[in-house]
T-cell receptor, first 112, second 114 residues
C-alpha cells in the first residue's frame, strides 16, 4: 500500500532533550516536506526537500533540522526542543511540485 | 503568495449536494487551484485541482469562474464521512518557484447531519 509513515505518533518530552521524528514514503517520490499544524494558524511548512541531499527552509525552520540521505526518508530533528514546538507535525511527499501531496498520519509532540 | 478566502464553516444534510466556495481575487496566471481536506485526527488528503476548466473526479467536482477569481468545490451527495475541514490552496507552477510549498489557510469546516 502506498503510504507515508511517521514515527512516533505521539511523543511527550522535556525541554532540551534532543529528539527525531522519522518520516518514510514508499512511493519513490522526489519531494518531501514537513509541516506543523497549530490551532488558528493552519499548516505551516518547516522544511522541504526536492531530492536526495537537497533541502531548503520553509516558513518556520527555526529550531528544526532535516536531512535527506535517501529518497524514501526525511527525518525531522529537534536538537533542543522548547515548549513552543508543542504541535502536530505532518510529513508529506509528492512526485514533484506539479502533483498532489500525500500526507502522513501526523505526530503529536508535547514539550514540557 | 496569493491568498484564498473561505467561510469558516458550512453545514449540510446527508445525501444533499454541498457547494464550498473559495475566493482568490489575486490569483496569477500560473496558479493552479487545489483542494485538500482533513478528516478528524488525520493528515490532509488531496481532493481535486484545476487551472481554468471545470474538473471532475470520483470524489468531487471543481467549478472555476471564468475570471478565475473564485472557485467552488462540489460534493454531489454528502455523506457523514465527508465531514472535514476543506482547504482551498493556490499552487504556483511557474519556473520561477522551484518549491513544493502548500499554503494552507484555516479552511471551511463542513458538518454533515444524518
Amino acid at each position: 500500500e502506498a503510504q507515508v509513515t511517521q514515527n512516533p505518533r505521539y511523543l511527550i518530552t522535556v525541554t532540551g532533550k534532543k529528539l527525531t521524528v522519522t518520516c518514510s514514503q514508499n512511493m519513490n517520490h522526489e519531494y518531501m516536506s514537513w509541516y506543523r499544524q497549530d490551532p488558528g494558524l493552519g499548516l505551516r511548512q518547516i522544511y522541504y526537500s526536492m531530492n536526495v541531499e537537497v533541502t531548503d527552509k520553509g516558513d518556520v525552520p527555526e529550531g528544526y533540522k532535516v536531512s535527506r540521505k535517501e529518497k524514501r526518508n526525511f527525518p525531522l530533528i529537534l536538537e533542543s526542543p522548547s515548549p513552543n514546538q508543542t504541535s502536530l507535525y505532518f510529513c508529506a511527499s509528492s512526485w514533484d511540485r506539479f502533483y498532489e501531496q500525500y500526507f502522513g498520519p501526523g505526530t503529536r509532540l508535547t514539550v514540557t | 503568495d496569493a491568498k484564498t478566502t473561505q467561510p469558516n464553516s458550512m453545514e449540510s444534510n446527508e445525501e444533499e449536494p454541498v457547494h464550498l466556495p473559495c475566493n482568490h481575487s489575486t490569483i496569477s496566471g500560473t496558479d493552479y487551484i487545489h483542494w485538500y481536506r482533513q478528516l478528524p485526527s488525520q493528515g490532509p488528503e488531496y481532493v481535486i485541482h484545476g487551472l481554468t476548466s471545470n474538473v471532475n473526479n470520483r470524489m468531487a467536482s471543481l467549478a472555476i469562474a471564468e475570471d478565475r477569481k473564485s472557485s467552488t468545490l462540489i460534493l454531489h451527495r454528502a455523506t457523514l464521512r465527508d465531514a472535514a475541514v476543506y482547504y482551498c490552496i493556490l499552487r504556483d507552477v511557474s519556473p520561477l518557484y522551484n518549491t513544493d510549498k502548500l499554503i494552507f489557510g484555516t479552511g471551511t469546516r463542513l458538518q454533515v447531519f444524518p
